[in-house]
Every structure is written in C-alpha cells, then in structure tokens.
C-alpha cells in the first residue's frame, strides 16, 4: 500500500484538480479536459457571484469565460444539462450511461396522467416551431409538481426532459429552452443502449467516477456519493474491494487514513511524493466544487470545516449567505463574501473570514477577487 503524509495528499489533491501550480487547463479546450476528467461539474442556478459551475471552470483553466462553457453544451454539443451527482454537467458520451435515470422518470411523476395527456401537444409544437420554453405555450392549467404548483407546460417540458424525449437546447440566464432530443444529442448515442444495464456493475462505474471527481475519496457515507441510485454501504465497501482487486483503485495510507485514488493517477502520486514543487496560487473555491463534495475529508486533509449557509437561516449563519473557501497554496487561507453587481460591474466584498492560525496574504486574495471581477464582467 501506498503511503503519504496529509500534505502530499493536499498537494496531489490540488494539483489533480489544476489547482496547484501552473495552470493545466486552459481555454474552452481545457474546460472540455477538465469535464472529462471530473465527468460531473454539478450545477446550481444561485448568481451572486457566479454560478457555481462558472467558479469551478474559472479557478482551474486560464482563460475560462462564461460563453465558452455555454457554447460547449449549447453549440459544440460536448456536453449536456443532466442528473448525475443532482443536476450536473456532463460530457455528452456519458448519455447511454444514465438511460436508467431516465427510465425511472417514466412513471415515477407526480401528475403524470395529466402530463401524459398533454405530450403529443408539446412535442408536435417543439417540431413545429423549434426550441421553446414553457412561457411559449398557451396553457393556463396548473398541476401539483415537485415543491408546488407549476403550469402543466413548464412541469411536462421537465418531465419530457427528464425521461429524455426532450433536452436543453439553450438557456437564456436560467431560462431553459427545450428541443427534441435527437436536435442536440448525436443520433448514435440515442441509439446506444445502456452500457451497463446491471444494478451494481452500474453503481461500481457511478463509485470510480466518483472517486475521479473528488481525486481522493474514502470508503465512508458522504456527499460525494448523492445521486447513485440505491448505493447502500455494505456495497459500497464490496465496490471498493473489487475495484481496487482490479486494479482500477490504488489504496493508500495517509497518516492513519485509508483513501483511494484512480491508478492511472500513480505518475501524479509518485511525482507528488518526488518532491515536485508547485507554484502557489490563490483561487476561490465554488461552494459545489468537486473538490468540496466530501467535506470531512476536506477538514480531516486541510484541517478547515466548510459549510454552505445558503439554506441556513440568518440567524444561525455563523458566516454568510454566500460564502467562498479562499484557496491559498496547498491551505485554506479563509472564507470571502464576494456579490457581484451586473450593472455597475463591480465586485463588493461583504466580509472577509481569515482562517484562525493560517498565515495570510492579501495581495494574493486582492488578486483572485480582481480576476474574478474581470471574469463576471466578460459576456
């Protein structure tokens, strides 16, 4: 078994995830590289500074802009809007994996008698007028949906969506627009059937992936894992076995932990353990960065506690409503609330939390909210 102090596993961690050193990813290309490496960016429609999926590309590939990553989904066609760790972004060859997902959905609606009435109308208007969204449809009706009432256009446009009949053709802001399916996924992928269509060969491929996302995972309950379908722990252990018998794993021993990685990362893990120095850069983290998905692991590796207060009420925030890990070298230097204002474009910090006995550099932190002020101002 391999073994490694928790700062090599910090900087391995980092620099897998492009966060340490030099810039590994750069331009639309490397947020495509990015997405393929991770294969799940998850996606959270709240702006105050970015949307979470922005911020993940922006602090990993030099150059990124915002229109890059809607041309990749909504032009190119390299990725797609779908349901894997809750909604995501992923590379659009993954589809045939989550025919399951999608079959689910088929029966599994609420108001799906009514929803079922009025397909054949929402399909024969997509075919004849092209994209649209539920405010182009003329129906006033209301049915009972996922936290409350909606227009029956809006619920069967995401149920189409969700069972795959339809998919996101573009959004203008959050605004989704749907075409059919076969207008924005290549045709042999709609064809493909399930590539693994067994229950748990389906949740070992879901684990690996997982394990790819974060870059370091342990075989323990956590948020990394939401979203696969059925995973119990006792499998979850058994999946860590296999893979790792197969080879596809490599365990490791990190001051008293067991985590495991990819094995095609051994070449990163040995110059890792080499002594290979990084550059250090200061990037602020996304609140559902990959990075973040096991946050016990994060606080066990960095020794920094992070949650996300958006849903806690105000009173019980001990920080902010919109808070950013702020990314120092291979440490958490602190936590920034940073909101962006589209029509001045600037960028206002509320508050600044510096991390308790973490050695601070403002000038880095100055530099990483002025590139992230040029960042939300671009198109």
Known sequence: ?????????????????????????????????????????????????????????????????????????????????????????????????????RAAHLDSERSRERLRAVRPQILSEIARRGPLCAGDFEIAEK?????????????????LYFTGELAIHHKKGNLKYYDLAENCIPAFLLAQPDPLPADHAHRKWRVRRRVGAVGLLWDRGSDAWLGIPGLQAKERSAIFGELTEEGALLPLEVEGLRLYCLAEDRALLDSIRSGARFRPR????????????????????????????IYTPQEKRKYGYYVLPVL????????????????????????YYPEPGVPQDPAALDGALRRLEEFLRQA
């Open 282 to 309: 200061c990037e602020l983290i996304a609140p559902l960065d990959s990075l973040l998905w096991d946050r016990r692991l994060i606080e066990a590796l960095f020794g920094f506690s992070y949650r996300w207060e």
């Open 1 to 101: 078994m391999e073994t490694l102090t928790k700062r090599e596993a910090r900087r391995f961690l980092l620099r897998k995830h492009g966060l340490l050193g030099a810039y590994r990813f750069s331009g639309k290309a490397g947020a495509l590289a990015f997405l393929r490496q991770a294969r799940c960016v998850q996606f959270d429609p709240i702006d105050i500074c970015g949307r979470s999926p922005d911020l993940t590309f922006h602090a990993r590939v030099k150059g990124f802009t915002r229109r890059q990553l809607w041309e990749l989904l909504y032009r190119d066609r390299k990725a797609v809007d779908y349901f894997d760790k809750n909604l995501s972004i992923i590379p659009v060859e993954d589809w045939p994996y989550f025919a399951r997902e």
């Open 143 to 159: 049915v009972d949906w996922y936290w409350s009432s909606t227009t029956i256009a809006r619920a069967a446009l995401e149920h």
């Open 328 to 351: 120092h070298g291979d440490v958490f230097m602190g936590r920034v609330e940073p909101v962006f204002d589209r029509a001045s474009g600037v960028l206002t910090v509320k508050s």
